[in-house]
């Protein structure tokens, strides 16, 4: 696009990919700065989440705390912000075969949709075994921020077979601003062009360094590569995750660095 091409953000984003629910993680740590997050969202234009504590060696993840939270944050805005519960779901040994047992304790809204977080320092030689395994138990991964990851940046190719397998790509928003440096940056925007990213979210913490804001992403995004892509990624594509539907928009690619891309009909609002 154009430096004259005029963006007009709609005010509705999905965000499924946050860490509100207070004192659970390293996420918000009281109440009332779970409240002031959930404000700066729906005042950034955000109208569902889906609060996604860690599940990981620091923090455990206890579902009936979860919804406890969840509750009284809901009760709290009403239908200002219809929020759900997931998981940041880390591939140990003891989730996975929690998971097997549990399929939705971890999904987005209880649904078919896993956000799957790596370790920044080895990916196991199992990965595509442990995925597929996955999405044979009628779960869908999603891989969480792979921009930010050190590993992945270097072997971009491994990122593409899990694509290929049948997993779908979330980045955290403020990746396309710079936030975590003009490398993590750069790759996005490869990533952007090339069609390998379906869901944008916030990913956040706090109220300063993540904060719980994506509207200056959906617009450089829609400046890049129009509006509609821009909804897919922010709005469309992240609703049918939270209701637990088939993205509207699966990016198609040929080769590592370009693609062409097909929308097919989108739900709305």
Request: glycine share 8%; net charge negative; proline share 5%.
């Amino acid at each position: 696009m154009g430096q004259g091409h005029k963006v007009f953000f709609m005010g509705v984003m999905v965000d499924i990919h946050c860490h509100i629910l207070p004192g659970l993680d390293d996420g918000a740590e009281t109440f009332e700065e779970a409240i002031q997050m959930g404000e700066m969202a729906i005042g950034d234009g955000i109208t569902h989440i889906v609060a996604t504590p860690h599940s990981n060696d620091e923090y455990r993840y206890f579902p009936d705390l979860v919804r406890q939270r969840r509750d009284q944050l809901a009760e709290h805005f009403g239908n200002r912000l219809r929020i759900a519960t997931g998981c940041d779901f880390h591939l140990s040994y003891e989730n996975l075969q929690d998971i097997r047992e549990h399929r939705t304790k971890y999904t987005l809204n209880q649904r078919n949709y896993l956000l799957v977080e790596f370790a920044d320092f080895a990916i196991p030689p199992t990965i595509e075994d442990t995925l597929h395994n996955l999405q044979l138990a009628g779960i869908t991964p999603i891989i969480t921020h792979p921009e930010r990851n050190g590993l992945i940046r270097a072997r971009p190719e491994r990122l593409y077979g899990w694509i290929h397998q049948g997993c779908y790509v979330q980045v955290t928003a403020s990746s396309v601003l710079g936030r975590f440096g003009q490398a993590t940056q750069r790759v996005v925007m490869k990533w952007l062009a090339a069609g390998r990213i379906h869901f944008f979210a916030s990913d956040a913490h706090n109220l300063t360094s993540r904060p719980m804001k994506m509207k200056a992403a959906y617009e450089v995004v829609a400046k890049e590569h129009g509006e509609e892509v821009a909804r897919a990624l922010f709005q469309e594509n992240p609703l049918a995750a939270f209701e637990g539907q088939p993205l509207p928009y699966t990016p198609e690619y040929e080769g590592a660095d370009r693609g062409t891309k097909r929308q097919k009909r989108f739900f709305f609002f």
